[in-house]
T-cell receptor, first 112, second 115 residues
């Protein structure tokens, strides 16, 4: 049973560029949430997708956008990258709106 | 809004010592409470959870009890091992106010266990 997978593992981008991160949920899960974890901090909720729609959003600017595909996989897009966007981006999945979420290994984004 | 406050780290213990990591929360509704663990270079793993007052979550020798009267969910383990060295996060999930189970995390506590 495959768990949550994310790609790529690491990414280095330059300020002003755009980046796309990908997530495949755990088998049988249809809801995907994205979190940003800055170094030494706890994860912060970015947004949540269910039935291909954004259902909830945290306190992040519009530069952060996402998408969910019919197979429940998801993308996180960040435009106009800032140095402060450097972080570990975590994807979590659940079966519907459940409090138990399973996390992937994350994508480490470095903005230079 | 919802918030989680957990004990500042780092915490350094010797093997077989007793562990307590304090966690308190503020929530508008009646949240579920969690402890997640993050090993170096990895994502988060759910360690244990509790969904209502006086529930005790337990896993791998770790325990935490949902205390509604003190809004706390302290993590304990009677005898830590070197392999328990990791960062521990307390978190809550609140369904009230249209919040569809988004997780709110504390800042994390780094635990180092020496042999």
């Amino acid at each position: 049973d495959a768990g949550v997978t994310q790609s790529p593992t690491h990414l280095i981008k330059t300020r002003g560029q755009q980046v796309t991160l990908r997530c495949s949920p755990k088998s049988g899960h249809d809801t995907v949430s994205w979190y940003q974890q800055a170094l030494g901090q706890g994860p912060q909720f970015i947004f949540q997708y269910y039935e291909e729609e954004e259902r909830q959003r945290g306190n992040f600017p519009d530069r952060f956008s996402g998408h969910q595909f019919p197979n429940y996989s998801s993308e996180l897009n960040v435009n106009a990258l800032l140095l402060g966007d450097s972080a570990l981006y975590l994807c979590a999945s659940s079966m519907g709106f459940r409090d138990e979420q399973y996390f992937g290994p994350g994508t480490r984004l470095t903005v230079t | 809004g919802d918030s989680v406050t957990q004990m500042e780290g780092p915490v350094t213990l010797s093997e077989e010592a007793f562990l307590t990591i304090n966690c308190t929360y503020t929530a508008t509704g009646y949240p579920s409470l969690f402890w997640y663990v993050q090993y170096p270079g990895e994502g988060l793993q759910l360690l244990l959870k509790a969904t209502k007052a006086d529930d005790k979550g337990s896993n791998k020798g770790f325990e935490a009890t949902y205390r509604k009267e003190t809004t706390s969910f302290h993590l304990e383990k009677g005898s830590v091992q070197v392999s328990d060295s990791a960062v521990y996060f307390c978190a809550l999930s609140d369904r009230s106010g249209g919040s569809n189970y988004k997780l709110t995390f504390g800042k994390g506590t780094l635990l180092t266990v020496n042999p």
